[in-house]
T-cell receptor
Framework: QKEVEQNSGPLSVPEGAIASLNCTYS??????FFWYRQYSGKSPELIMS????GDKEDGRFTAQLNKASQYVSLLIRDSQPSDSATYLC???????????FGAGTRLTVKP | DADVTQTPRNRITKTGKRIMLECSQT?????MYWYRQDPGLGLRLIYY???????NKGEISDGYSVSRQAQAKFSLSLESAIPNQTALYFC????????????????FGPGTRLTVL
């Protein structure tokens, strides 16, 4: 079992719809959770971080964390074609531990 | 100027050659990382360093070595390159005490595309 698992996609949604990206992790001791966006041929960039159970909203993005279910998700409201990218879920056990990444979910937003 | 730079950006080499990838940062961060990215496998950590005197192996360190020459410089070496080391390599930095940002946010360099023939 991979430490961080994501559906590879591709996930296709129409412009203006809600895109829902999911991630599960295996280490119950994980404390920090991150979503990175990576455009084709570019480096990953952080878009959301979450540390506590529940929802965290930032503009059109909402991260959701459920530690009991070992599940973290990212919702993108009012999806735009510019949101088309691969979204990487990353998990860290503690501040002095390394980060583990999922393989990423490729999202396509169609005009 | 980019905060995290990597050289070279592209490299084609032959099996058995020694290769060095370099990373420099102007962010003043203590922590630096080397990852490789392969299709379908995501980012995998090769080595990381929390300061100049601290080097740690990641998930896939076999076949690689690193050198932290200074706070701002972290080099990755492939002592004898093999074809399955063909990948996109990323350097990243982070600062545990970053002000105004999330804990341990990692900032990535532009990547080095390495092909081993």
């Amino acid at each position: 079992q991979k430490e961080v698992e994501q559906n590879s996609g591709p996930l296709s949604v129409p412009e203006g719809a809600i895109a829902s990206l999911n991630c599960t992790y295996s280490d119950r001791g994980s404390q920090s959770f991150f979503w990175y966006r990576q455009y084709s041929g570019k480096s990953p960039e952080l878009i959301m971080s979450i540390y506590s159970n529940g929802d965290k909203e930032d503009g059109r993005f909402t991260a959701q964390l459920n530690k009991a279910s070992q599940y973290v998700s990212l919702l993108i409201r009012d999806s735009q074609p510019s949101d088309s990218a691969t979204y990487l879920c990353a998990v860290r056990k503690g501040n002095n531990n390394d980060m583990r990444f999922g393989a990423g979910t490729r999202l396509t937003v169609k005009p | 100027d980019a905060d995290v730079t990597q050289t070279p950006r592209n490299r084609i080499t032959k099996t058995g050659k020694r290769i060095m990838l370099e990373c420099s940062q102007t962010k003043g961060h203590d922590r630096m990382y080397w990852y490789r990215q392969d299709p379908g496998l995501g980012l995998r950590l090769i080595y990381y360093s929390f300061d100049v005197k601290d080097i740690n192996k990641g998930e896939i360190s076999d076949g690689y070595s690193v050198s932290r020459q200074a706070q701002a410089k972290f080099s990755l070496s492939l002592e004898s390159a093999i074809p399955n080391q063909t990948a996109l390599y990323f350097c990243a930095t982070s600062d545990l005490t970053a002000k105004g940002g999330p804990r341990n946010e990692q900032f990535f360099g532009p990547g080095t595309r390495l092909t081993v023939l």
